[in-house]
């Protein structure tokens, strides 16, 4: 199996690749969009800012590649944000995925939201053997709302969208890939998808 990650010069590619490294895959990291057009499965990671992350998909033709690409697909963190309509950082025109718009939290706690959360809802194969309640970590200051593209929940300020999943389309706001066993499960469930 070919395992493609998104390099747009955000994300945390390290981080993903040693994930997938302890599942006995070796990912190709590419920017280039024939090259990820041939893989079975593709992670778009995510660590960063939005307005500079989607300059360099537009930079490199992924803005109108990734919405048409058939294989199991994956956001992760800020991966999930630009898989959304628009987020507030920065004002940012994003991939329009997900019909959903990206909010920053209220300034009722401290942001952003970092740490183990719990998830709620659990409504996907993506889940396949995660409990409810489970805890993955989360680093974020924004947030897309929950609608029916919600296939996991959590609850810090408001309830928001801990997951999304629209066809071949995966999207998760935590990091599964810093999220000890339960985490390597999800990937593992992502590939096994």
Request: charged share 20%; aromatic share 10%; net charge neutral.
């Amino acid at each position: 199996m070919k395992v493609g990650i998104v390099k747009y010069n955000a994300g945390n590619v390290r981080s993903v690749s040693m994930a997938l490294n302890r599942l006995g895959v070796e990912p190709v990291v590419s920017d280039d969009v024939e090259v990820l057009d041939s893989c079975d499965r593709i992670i778009f990671p995510g660590v960063g800012e939005a307005s500079t992350a989607m300059k360099y998909l537009n930079h490199k033709n992924l803005q109108k590649a990734i919405p048409e690409f058939k294989m199991p697909f994956l956001g992760v963190c800020l991966g999930l944000q630009l898989m959304c309509r628009h987020t507030e950082e920065n004002d940012t025109k994003c991939l329009n995925i997900f019909e959903l718009n990206v909010k920053r939290f209220p300034p009722e706690k401290k942001i952003p939201h970092m740490g183990w959360n719990t998830l709620s809802k659990l409504k996907s194969p993506l889940f396949k053997g995660v409990d409810e309640g489970a805890y993955l970590y989360f680093v974020h200051s924004y947030y897309a709302d929950t609608s029916i593209e919600t296939i996991a929940e959590t609850d810090y300020i408001v309830p928001f969208s801990a997951a999304l999943q629209k066809e071949n389309f995966y999207a998760m706001q935590a990091h599964p890939e810093k999220s000890g066993a339960i985490g390597q499960k999800i990937l593992e469930n992502f590939l096994s998808i």
